[in-house]
């Protein structure tokens, strides 16, 4: 079955941009959306954006000025750029699969997460 | 911007049913699905569309969506039944929408 798995630093400058990878592995990114969730510490689940594997994109209006989805098929992997961070953007970090259709949407699987720290 | 509303916390004894409930305007004429996280654990998918089970989510689970609220139900709670549950859904201006968490304690 298809599984997810994020990779990149745990640690970020606040002002820099935090950059995130997951990797696609039983299955081809090119089908379905695939989008990033986050989740500060003890907090509840924020969606960041998705990107569909004709590379359209869609961003929650809160977080569109910073963010940038990305993919790259040949490694069949998806990335995450989220510029000038503060402890704000403190979060553990998922990546899912999102199936979408007429007014409906649900995410799976998930990734593990991984926890990326806003702190100089 | 669209809002979704839980109840902080439930509390259910074993073997009870727990009912878990999601609010938000005319949320009826949306499409809701349910996720369970357990500590330390990525969200898992136990509803979707409403009322759809996906593979291998057990069918004391169960969901409805009607009026303004979304009801996810346990049948016979189960102490592996602890953790937090979110409602999500789509909104046409805000996009993907998640609810708040509700903690489930089985006591």
């Known amino acids: 079955q298809v599984q997810l798995q994020e990779s990149g630093p745990g640690l970020v400058k606040p002002s820099e941009t935090l950059s995130l990878t997951c990797t696609v592995s039983g299955g081809s990114i090119s089908s379905y959306y695939w989008s990033w969730i986050r989740q500060p510490p003890g907090k509840g689940l924020e969606w960041i954006g998705y990107i569909y594997y004709t590379g359209s994109t869609k961003y929650n209006p809160s977080l569109e000025s910073r963010v940038t989805i990305s993919e790259d098929t040949s490694k069949n992997q998806f990335s995450l750029n989220l510029r000038s961070v503060t402890a704000a953007d403190t979060a553990v970090y998922y990546c899912?699969?999102?199936?979408?259709?007429?007014?409906?949407?649900?995410?799976?699987?998930w990734g593990q997460g991984t926890l990326v720290t806003v702190s100089s | 911007s669209y809002e979704l509303t839980q109840p902080p916390s439930v509390s259910v004894s074993p073997g009870q049913t727990a009912s878990i409930t999601c609010s938000g305007d005319k949320l009826g004429y949306k499409s809701v699905c349910w996720y369970q996280q357990k500590p330390g654990q990525s969200p898992v998918l136990v509803v979707y569309q409403d009322s759809k089970r996906p593979s291998g989510i057990p069918e004391r689970f169960s969901g409805s969506n009607s009026g303004n609220t979304a009801t996810l139900t346990i049948s016979g709670t189960q102490a592996m039944d602890e953790a937090d549950y979110y409602c999500?859904?789509?909104?046409?201006?805000?996009?993907?929408?998640f609810g708040g968490g509700t903690k489930l304690t089985v006591l």
């Open positions: 999500q859904a789509w909104d046409s201006n805000t996009a993907v929408v």
């Open positions: 899912a699969r999102e199936v979408v259709g007429a007014d409906t949407n649900w995410f799976d699987p």
